[in-house]
């Protein structure tokens, strides 16, 4: 998997794809509407700045901007001001160069 479609294509899976670490597991679930599922991901690497990124994307979701812009800061990342859809696939993206 090494692109934004196949990755978006895994959102019909049961769970996300092996290859997929943490951060790309949080927004795989948060892909799928499992906001809780997302955080869980996310707080178990806390203190590494891809899951904290996602982390803070994640507070953006739900809409509790003060705890966003707190983990955006933890990962030393400006406060995204696209959509969260548009910092979803970018976040995505991102990940899967890297992979």
Do not use: I
């Not at 290859?19 to 892909?31: F, I, N």
């Not at 030393?76 to 969260?84: E, F, H, R």
């Amino acid at each position: 998997m090494t692109t934004l479609e196949e990755f978006r294509r895994t959102l019909s899976d049961a769970a996300p794809p092996d290859s997929a670490d943490l951060a790309l597991q949080a927004l795989w679930w948060v892909g799928k509407g499992e906001w809780d599922q997302a955080h869980e991901c996310a707080q178990r690497r806390e203190g590494e700045a891809d899951c904290d990124l996602v982390h803070a994307h994640l507070h953006r979701v739900e809409g509790d901007l003060a705890n966003a812009g707190y983990w955006y800061q933890r990962a030393g990342q400006p406060v995204a001001t696209t959509s969260t859809e548009d910092e979803w696939a970018t976040l995505v993206t991102r990940f899967l160069a890297r992979s």
